[in-house]
Nanobody, 121 residues
Framework: QVQLVESGGGLVQPGGSLRLSCAASGRIVSINDMGWYRQAPEKQRELVAGITSGGSTNYGDSVKGRFTISRDNAKNTIYLQMNMLKPEDTAVYYC???????????????WGQGTQVTVSS
């Protein structure tokens, strides 16, 4: 069984920064892509940022230039550095791991439980 555990959410003032972490654990052989999604109340879940095992990244238009995703393959962990936060960034942030190869040699996708980010004065 593979688990994704997120941490780092919280309450921050507009213009502030937060850093999210997501660690994948279990009988993992390799992970293809990992990423962060978010879902605000009454809105659809949207991609925030993604990163491949090789380090290629992509970002949602609303966070480009403010957020940075990074990855430590040895630790099966990704990070999301969020700067210049805005009230519209308020949402539950979910970690995703795509194409996780487990020790049973099957590939699956996994989601974390989510962490709340609130940007408010």
């Amino acid at each position: 069984q593979v688990q994704l555990v997120e941490s780092g959410g919280g309450l921050v003032q507009p213009g502030g920064s937060l850093r999210l972490s997501c660690a994948a654990s279990g009988r993992i052989v390799s992970i293809n892509d990992m990423g962060w999604y978010r879902q605000a109340p009454e809105k659809q879940r949207e991609l925030v940022a993604g990163i491949t095992s090789g380090g290629s990244t992509n970002y949602g238009d609303s966070v480009k230039g403010r957020f940075t995703i990074s990855r430590d393959n040895a630790k099966n962990t990704i990070y999301l550095q969020m700067n210049m936060l805005k009230p519209e960034d308020t949402a539950v942030y979910y970690c995703n791991a795509h194409g996780v190869l487990s020790s049973n040699w099957q590939r699956s996708d996994y989601w974390g439980q989510g962490t709340q980010v609130t940007v408010s004065s």
